[in-house]
């Protein structure tokens, strides 16, 4: 392959390095699902994540999955706005048949130092290491990468060159990358998040409009270069969400809530405060879809309730609903809510250091005043929480029906939460930890269906997968 003479297996990264991305890449129902991330390397905190729903256009081809995963990786590449001074790529580098793997490919086009951390070896011998030593992976007399136990008692993974680095660096790179599970950091967060975008696509349909149907080989965009979303269209954003923004009809509104969207930061006396990613941030700490991605789930059942509460309101009670003020309402509503929480080394939350100071109500109104939101919309996010527990009873219409989705959908989720721990705790007689919605669901549904042993079972596949994946 040409492109593979052009591959640099010298050490050109800083010695010091600041940024990391990981790469990751995952497909439901004919869509390539591309996620990048860049981390804090100092800290392995999350700082920018980016997703990308492409067409699959390449087939499944063992060896040549380069062709299949690079469309939507360069995509989510592309969108980030912080470029990491090397790429973890979920994959295989030189340790290819062809010396050319999906790490070594997109180091190439991107001109970005990439390695690679495959879980499985595809090519060449080598002798299992022990515990924090590594030894070669060789092929035809050639070392094309190294194979580490980065986890007592787990499988090893199959580090190599990606492009830009050498291997002793790379192993250097992966093992400073790596915490309490086999997989490093950065491919572990990025495919955390490509599951979820996978979920999300196999239990919906019509989200065709949201894909991108191609992929412009251009180089990597710096920030100055970047489109705004909004310009862009929501052919970027979740599926899910874009299918909300797109039911607002008026445009000039609907342009607002995406720039916002783009860029959902707050600047206080000279400083910018930004917060998690939507599509990994939790919407409560833990009471209500308090895990990652619960954010964006929490947004879209509020907006499925609210819509059924305008329909309602039109064919029963024979009433009039701004149904743009409602969606755009149902949006914003949490929308600071990732400004103020930070995720803790153990899997769960905390409040950032801002939080500590103004909450997330106080630091949506200031910015919607700012930005000049309608007066209307600025009452309804004030309003969400009721008169008990927010500043101001919801006075208009649309103001009482997003008040009433959002807490249905608390309460729902929050509950069924609830009863999935206590079943856990009754069953094994141990916490099954934090959970998710489907998980939770699951469990309460076998106690309904199987009584007791249903349970069990239940949680016992929970634990085995997250074993698993580890």
Not at 11 to 31: E, F
Not at 56 to 61: A, D, N, W
Request: aromatic share 6%; hydrophobic share 35%; glycine share 8%.
């Amino acid at each position: 392959m040409r492109l593979s003479r052009r591959v640099i297996q010298d050490d050109t990264l800083p010695s010091t390095l600041r940024y990391v991305g990981g790469i990751d890449v995952a497909y439901a129902k004919g869509i390539s699902i591309g996620v990048a991330v860049v981390l804090n390397f100092s800290s392995l905190s999350l700082v920018e994540s980016k997703t990308s729903y492409v067409e699959t256009r390449f087939p499944y081809v063992p060896t040549l999955l380069s062709f299949r995963e690079i469309p939507p990786a360069f995509t989510a590449i592309s969108k980030l706005t912080i470029e990491p001074d090397v790429f973890l790529v979920d994959g295989h580098g030189v340790a290819h048949p062809c010396r050319f793997g999906f790490a070594t490919h997109l180091g190439v086009i991107t001109d970005i130092p990439t390695i690679g951390v495959a879980k499985n070896r595809l090519c060449g011998e080598v002798q299992l290491p022990r515990k924090d030593a590594w030894a070669r992976l060789t092929d035809k007399g050639d070392t094309i990468g190294a194979v580490v136990t980065t986890k007592e008692g787990s499988k090893p993974v199959y580090i190599s060159v990606g492009h830009k680095v050498s291997l002793e660096r790379a192993v250097e790179v992966v093992a400073q990358c790596t915490r309490d599970y086999r997989i490093p950091e950065p491919t572990r967060k990025a495919h955390i998040i490509a599951t979820e975008g996978r979920r999300e696509l196999g239990s919906q349909s019509g989200f065709e409009c949201f894909v991108s149907s191609s992929v412009s080989q251009r180089p990597y965009r710096q920030p100055s270069q970047s489109r705004s979303r909004h310009e862009r269209g929501t052919t970027d954003l979740n599926p899910q969400l874009g299918k909300i923004i797109n039911k607002i009809k008026d445009e000039s509104l609907r342009n607002k809530i995406l720039r916002l969207i783009e860029d959902p930061t707050i600047k206080i006396a000279g400083k910018t405060y930004a917060g998690m990613p939507l599509d990994v941030a939790p919407a409560g700490m833990s009471r209500h879809h308090s895990y990652a991605g619960g954010f964006l789930e929490h947004v879209v059942s509020v907006a499925e309730i609210a819509l059924k509460l305008c329909d309602v309101i039109r064919r029963v009670y024979h009433g009039k609903v701004d149904r743009d003020l409602v969606l755009s309402g149902v949006i914003l509503h949490d929308l600071f809510k990732v400004l103020t929480y930070e995720s803790k080394e153990d899997g769960g939350y905390q409040v950032t250091p801002l939080a500590e100071r103004i909450d997330h109500l106080t630091l949506a109104v200031s910015e919607l005043v700012r930005r000049g939101f309608p007066l209307d919309l600025i009452h309804i996010v004030c309003a969400h929480h009721g008169g008990q527990a927010g500043p101001v009873w919801p006075r208009t219409i649309e103001a009482l029906v997003c008040h009433l989705a959002d807490l249905t959908d608390s309460r729902l989720n929050g509950e069924v939460l609830r009863a999935a721990r206590y079943l856990s705790r009754q069953a094994t007689g141990e916490e099954l930890g934090r959970i998710d919605s489907k998980e939770a669901f699951g469990i309460v549904h076998s106690k309904v269906d199987e009584g007791w042993e249903g349970v069990t079972e239940a949680v016992e596949k929970i634990r085995k997968e997250r074993r698993e994946a580890t």
